[in-house]
């Protein structure tokens, strides 16, 4: 079930979405880090899958957050408390829109897609018994891996990993040969952040839930490269961070079937979680609060609902057509850069360039750029065994955010042949 030709999708991509292009050095304007110099020269930041750059309503919103309205949420009568209750509820609102959740009460604010997944191992994972699987893949972010690998060594459970393809793809035949009747939990990427792959996951649920298995998207790139609908996509749970969808950092969402939420035990006690608390025992608010222990972060989950409206304003048509089109511009510059190989070349990806090159180390070529004012990621992305299966330790990855233009993919090709002249014997 593999997919067609890989590189001349993502041109065709961008020929066939139909939306009027971005204005984006008008929409640049919005970012206030982009207008900064690093080492005497402009920035160019190509790590967006890392973190995105913040438009200013954003921090404005977090600002104007702490100096007028610096209170607690649902706990007081007072007025500061009041608005920011209000401002908090309404960032829920906007997100159970954004990702077209039925229910309000669908929506978790955790501190991020890390925080998602540990809650769903523990609480989703109490569930599992001895001899039970869970199924994840080659390419996930540790945060998707490791949670669910130490609750199976708890639960005496068997933890599966589907390989990936020599282009960086599941297979999607391959993925169903790992399902059983024995499957409890699948857990997978959208897109992956070293990548840049977006999986089938649509079609990888409907695989999944043919055995009864609950389905978990790890949404953390997918949230910003795509236009998503979590009732399409037919999973159980979608995760996704604040900081990857030009939002604050320390706050993410958790999406949950409301009728599997209602049967999950609390990951955290404390705080808003609480509804009667006795010597004898304690018992439990209703969704989403049962799942939100302690104070929340107040201020950063009303800049996300600030982000995301910010993001409202885009065609999501123009914004792939933009990134697409950048994705071809990168892949055909640096396929041309001598000794430099791409890792990760499937058919459907998103705006992830990871490459290694054949006498520089990763972290060499990142010094390098950033002396030019070139900000890209390097190392293992929280994804060792994907690393592994590449027989790389490292890869360098430049990432793609709405702000890039080909003239940043010049800058990135320019300074890469200045490693290659460097590093070449």
Not at 102 to 120: K, P
Request: negative net charge; contains cysteine; charged residues 25%.
């Amino acid at each position: 079930m593999k997919s067609t030709s890989g590189a001349d999708l993502n041109a065709r991509n961008a020929e066939s979405l139909e939306a009027a292009p971005l204005n984006v050095a008008r929409l640049r304007e919005e970012f206030p880090a982009l207008h900064q110099r690093v080492n005497d020269k402009p920035l160019v930041y190509l790590d967006s899958a890392a973190t995105a750059l913040k438009p200013k309503s954003v921090v404005d919103t977090v600002v104007d957050v702490y100096q007028r309205d610096c209170a607690n949420v649902h706990r007081a009568v007072h007025a500061l408390s009041q608005r920011a209750t209000e401002s908090y509820e309404s960032a829920r609102d906007e997100v159970r829109d954004f990702i077209g959740a039925q229910h309000r009460e669908e929506i978790i604010f955790v501190r991020g897609t890390t925080d998602a997944m540990n809650l769903l191992a523990s609480s989703l994972g109490a569930e599992l018994q001895p001899g039970d699987e869970v199924v994840v893949t080659e390419l996930e972010h540790h945060s998707n891996f490791v949670p669910w690998q130490m609750m199976c060594e708890r639960k005496g459970a068997k933890f599966v990993v589907v390989p990936v393809e020599d282009d960086g793809q599941v297979d999607l035949q391959e993925f169903q040969r790992h399902l059983s009747e024995r499957t409890r939990i699948v857990s997978i990427a959208h897109i992956s952040n070293a990548l840049g792959t977006i999986l089938p996951v649509r079609d990888m649920a409907r695989l999944a839930h043919r055995w009864g298995a609950r389905v978990v998207i790890d949404g953390a790139q997918g949230i910003v490269h795509s236009k998503v609908d979590v009732a399409a996509l037919e999973c159980d749970f979608y995760a996704f961070s604040g900081h990857k969808v030009y939002g604050p950092s320390g706050i993410g969402v958790l999406y949950g079937r409301r009728d599997i939420l209602e049967s999950m035990v609390p990951y955290q006690g404390g705080g808003d979680m609480i509804d009667l608390v006795r010597i004898e025992g304690t018992t439990f608010n209703e969704l989403p609060y049962k799942f939100e222990a302690g104070t929340p972060s107040i201020a950063a989950a009303i800049g996300l609902g600030e982000a995301l409206r910010w993001l409202r304003q885009f065609d999501w048509n123009a914004l792939q057509a933009h990134e697409a089109s950048l994705l071809e511009y990168g892949t055909k510059l640096l396929s041309e850069i001598p000794g430099l190989r791409l890792i990760g070349t499937a058919p459907r990806k998103t705006g992830v360039l990871s490459f290694v090159m054949e006498d520089a180390h990763p972290q060499d070529i990142g010094t390098v750029l950033d002396k030019q004012g070139i900000a890209i990621r390097t190392g293992h992305h929280c994804a060792q065994p994907l690393m592994e299966r590449f027989k790389v330790p490292a890869t360098a990855r430049a990432s793609l955010g709405i702000y890039n233009t080909k003239a940043d993919i010049d800058a990135l090709a320019q300074g890469l042949h200045v490693v290659h002249e460097l590093f070449a014997p």
